[in-house]
DNA sequence: ATTTTTGTTGACATTTTTGTCAAACATAAT
DNA sequence: ATTATGTTTGACAAAAATGTCAACAAAAAT
């Protein structure tokens, strides 16, 4: 019966987790892997059958926990303003766990499209959540609580707002003449900072 | 006196500058940028001493691109509304250009910031034209012609709202189920829509 | 025309990264 | 104790990527 097996498995999945997506070293090798984790580095090809093959279930597995609650309360039958902030609160809080891992797909995605050799990941389809809240934003316009547009703007709002100021944090706090401390403290008032965004125009189309 | 000599160097440097910067090609080796230019590999090493030099100049060359109108429209004395429209226009014609430069610069910040073995790019100053803008949001935010806040989160939310729909697109197509020309529509609508979320909210602080 | 400089090439060397394999090890079951 | 099972390791092999070099070609300068 394997005892210590699922802890070094999970160890592995999680140091890459941290390396990749927390950290963003999108060029880390499988020695960098297994020095972070702390394991010889022919345990990635035992327990995965490559570094292809182990990326791919790390990004399953974080996409998962990623998921998991946003799409909760995307589903619920919260009312629009309230399910938005609690989306948005949710969203933010696992966007700081893995700041990267979005870039790491996309990049993947990228590659994947122009060569063959396919690196990792996979295509998703549109998440039933995220359909139902569209949806629901289309309402909102139609009652005219929010200026009425092509709903997936709304949705591409959100997300922008969201993930841009974390994913390029680097970038962001040069151009702004940020310190580390600054830019935490940035980040922290974003949630108002969008929810007021996305909402003060009640009624304000043209 | 050289005569080839500044169109291959100039061919290699517009290569990676289509290879990284506007296909997104991360993981590039110099072989793929010979063979996209058309080139014996060696001419890398011979007009450039490496990878890295010659990421380090593609890098610098763009950016220069990149900056050039958008720095004199900051720097006009245009009205701040009208300012900010420019610049936008202007922002998003490079960028659905060379869409994937920043995400490239972001991660080579990032492998910098940990490793010694720095890769390519350069850290970089608060542009002073960044400055002046920043102190003009201020002023409208006294005028109250904006939201009260710290200006640079109206800056930070015209950089999301600008860049996120374009450098991550792969994603967003999956997520809200977009065609390669749905989203070039929608991404059409996008500085229309930019605007009127950032001014809509004339008065409107709380 | 010849020399000099600059550009270009292919073969080679080095380094880095990934993957394989057999042997050693630990643990639980018989 | 012995076997069986899953785990771990180091040595090795293969592949991929970068860099160097001497030789060759082309152009400019003398």
């Known amino acids: ?12 999945i999680e140091t890459v ?12 090798t499988t020695q960098d892997i297994a020095d972070a984790a702390g394991v ?5 090809n035992y327990y995965f059958r490559s570094k292809k093959a182990l990326l791919a279930t790390a990004i399953k597995t974080t996409r998962k926990e990623f998921i998991k609650n946003s799409d909760l309360i995307l589903s619920s039958d ?29 990049a993947d995605l990228i590659q994947r499209r122009l060569k063959k050799n ?27 609580n929010i200026p009425k547009n092509n709903p997936v703007h709304f949705m591409m709002n959100i997300f922008s707002l969201m993930i841009y100021p974390i994913i390029m944090k680097p970038l ?31 009624g304000t189309k043209q």
């Open 1 to 12: 019966m394997p005892v210590k097996d699922c802890q070094t498995k999970k160890l592995i």
């Open 17 to 28: 987790m941290k390396v990749f997506f927390a950290e963003g070293q999108i060029y880390a």
């Open 40 to 44: 010889n580095r022919t345990l990635i």
């Open 78 to 106: 919260l009312p629009f303003r309230e399910k938005t902030e609690r989306f948005i609160d949710d969203f933010l809080n696992n966007l700081l766990k893995y700041p990267y891992l979005e870039s790491f797909v996309t």
């Open 118 to 144: 396919a690196p990792a990941g996979f295509i998703e389809k549109q998440p039933a959540p995220i359909k139902q809240y569209l949806e629901e934003i289309s309402e909102e316009m139609d009652a005219g």
């Open 172 to 202: 962001q706090m040069s151009i702004l003449n940020l310190s580390e401390t600054d830019y935490e403290k940035v980040l922290y008032e974003r949630k108002r900072i969008i929810l007021e965004l996305l909402f003060s125009s009640e």
